[in-house]
Nanobody
């Protein structure tokens, strides 16, 4: 079983930057794919980014070039670096994990974090 603990959410101005962290425990972190989803009020939950155990990444078109997903296996932690933030990035961001990257892509990973609020406001 994988347990996920998120941190780093908060309030930031448009054009600013924020880094989210997700610490994993309970199993071998390096064997799992990790991902981020987000959900704005009244809207569907959307994929943000995925990183596989081998370091391959995929991004949604809305964040590609602005966000970077990375992992530090020594710390059992995955990060989401968010730059050039826009009002439209405001959402609850969820960390998730599964041994199969395809499960994250289809929105059905085995494990989810609690979510962390990111608010972009002037």
């Amino acid at each position: 079983q994988v347990q996920l603990v998120e941190s780093g959410g908060g309030l930031v101005q448009p054009g600013g930057s924020l880094r989210l962290s997700c610490a994993a425990s309970g199993s071998v972190f390096s064997n799992y794919a990790m991902g981020w989803y987000r959900q704005a009020p009244g809207e569907q939950r959307d994929l943000v980014a995925i990183i596989t155990s081998g370091g391959n990444t995929i991004y949604s078109a809305s964040v590609k070039g602005r966000f970077t997903i990375s992992r530090d296996n020594a710390k059992n932690t995955v990060y989401l670096q968010m730059n050039s933030l826009k009002f439209e990035d405001t959402a609850v961001y969820f960390c998730n994990s599964d041994r199969r990257p395809g499960a994250i892509l289809t929105g059905t990973p085995d494990y989810w974090g609690q979510g962390t609020q990111v608010t972009v406001s002037s």
